[in-house]
């Protein structure tokens, strides 16, 4: 299914009527532009990280910023090997 769209002044876009009923977007509903190698995909984003509040069970409380320092400590180290 081919549908077309124009890119109006401010770079705006209006999604057709039938895309928008098919995928069940409304007004105000975000939506994720991905780019990946030379290909752009729009992608109706239904959940956000809050709705998955609580999937997941931990031992306690978390030190977040502990968390944060050992994956700044991670991330420096593939960095000074070039990964």
Excluded: C, H, W, Y
């Amino acid at each position: 299914m081919a549908v077309t769209s124009k890119i109006g002044s401010r770079g705006q876009i209006t999604l057709p009527k039938d895309i928008r009923e098919r995928f069940q977007l409304q007004e105000g509903q975000t939506v994720a532009f991905v780019v990946k190698n030379d290909e752009l995909t729009l992608l109706p984003l239904t959940q956000t990280l809050l709705d998955f509040e609580g999937a997941i069970a931990v031992d306690g409380p978390q030190d977040f910023a502990r968390v944060r320092e050992a994956v700044q400590q991670a991330q420096a180290e593939r960095i000074a090997k070039g990964d």
